[in-house]
């Protein structure tokens, strides 16, 4: 029945804030208009509201919830609550080979997802070998991870900086902005990350099982290798098309899954359509603040992300006793 509560809130928690995300704005009409209008696509007005604001509610809801399960997913590949895409590097690498790729060929825009993933693979497979030893540190892990996020940063910065026109155009493609999305992003959204997290919900029994140590996983029947590398493409996947089409945002893979694991304990079975629906939430409703609170300005929602999930790793690592060097 407290899940049945927790989801029922999380849903209609969503529904608010869609409802006001989309209402709105420079541009504001009534309800029923707007319902009108879309249907008969004869309202200029509302062709505006259709065709600026809903893209960018689809790709914030799809990227929020990808970012959320991505998380969810490493930490148990991990066996770490501190693995999220944007601490260890994931992220920066998936961003750094979207634009790269984006710059060379641009018309395979489309494509920018599956250029991202492998840039974002890369950052996975480095980070989980120099922090593995016979094991996997979470203190380690972490440290790896952040070097890796620098680097990818720093090369994504050089990059950018070349003065180039196009390179400048790029940019803004996968800048950590919403503004400006278009049909073609929320429909790139739509069919890589729709797919992925319908895929990855799928993943919980190997997930529950990673979350055990390997000898007990391999003796309840699971090929430990084969789960942990299926389980990590998937998280890749979720993050890298989050990340090419967003931007990078920080700490949503972190604070979303926590919080589940509070209201709806450490099942996957429910930790992750919680992470899907509460991710969606919480990026949203961190772009229709950002949007509408200093209008006509906007602050983007990874600022006001890392503004909330910095404090928290904090409070996390002292948590966890990571700060004092604890496993």
């Known amino acids: 029945m407290k899940y049945v509560a927790v989801f029922g809130t999380l849903i209609l928690l969503i529904s608010g804030v869609l409802y006001w995300s989309v209402m709105s704005g420079s541009i504001q009409v009534p309800f029923t208009r ?44 991990m066996r770490n609550p501190l693995a999220d895409a944007s601490i ?90 919403l503004s400006m999305k278009t049909w073609s992003e929320a429909n790139m959204m739509m069919i890589y990350g729709g797919l992925a997290i319908l895929i990855a919900l799928c993943l919980f029994n190997w997930c529950n099982m990673l979350v055990l140590d390997d000898r007990t996983s391999s003796s309840l029947g699971l090929h430990v290798m084969r789960a942990r590398i299926i389980v990590s493409v998937a998280a890749v996947i979720l993050a890298a098309t989050a990340t090419a089409v967003a931007g990078v945002i920080a700490f949503l893979g972190l604070l979303v899954p926590h919080i589940g694991r509070q209201l709806v304990g450490s099942d996957y079975k429910l930790l992750l359509p919680f992470s899907a629906i509460g991710g969606a939430f919480l990026l949203l409703l961190a772009d229709t603040i950002g949007r509408t609170i200093l209008a006509p300005n906007e602050i983007p929602a990874s600022i006001l992300m890392a503004v909330i999930g910095g404090p928290f790793l904090i409070f996390l690592l002292r948590k966890s006793g990571q700060l004092h060097g604890h496993s």
Not at 36 to 63: H, K, T
Not at 124 to 134: I, R
Request: glycine share 10%; with cysteine.
């Open 34 to 77: 707007l319902i009108q209008g879309v249907l008969s696509g004869l309202d200029d007005e509302v062709n505006v509201i259709y065709d600026l604001r809903f893209p960018r509610i689809i790709v914030a809801s799809l990227a929020g919830g990808a970012l959320a399960v991505s998380g969810a997913l490493l930490q148990a590949v």
């Open 88 to 177: 260890i590097g994931i992220s920066s690498g998936a961003n750094f080979t979207a634009i790269l790729a984006v710059t060379i060929f641009p018309q395979l825009f489309f494509y920018m997802p599956l250029f991202a993933f492998i840039g974002g693979m890369i950052a996975c497979v480095l980070v989980y070998s120099l922090s593995w030893k016979g094991g996997l540190s979470p203190m380690k892990l972490i440290l790896v991870g952040v070097a890796i996020h620098a680097t990818f940063t720093g090369l994504s910065e050089a990059f950018n900086y070349r003065g180039s026109y196009s390179v400048t155009s790029i940019s803004t493609a996968t800048t950590s902005t």
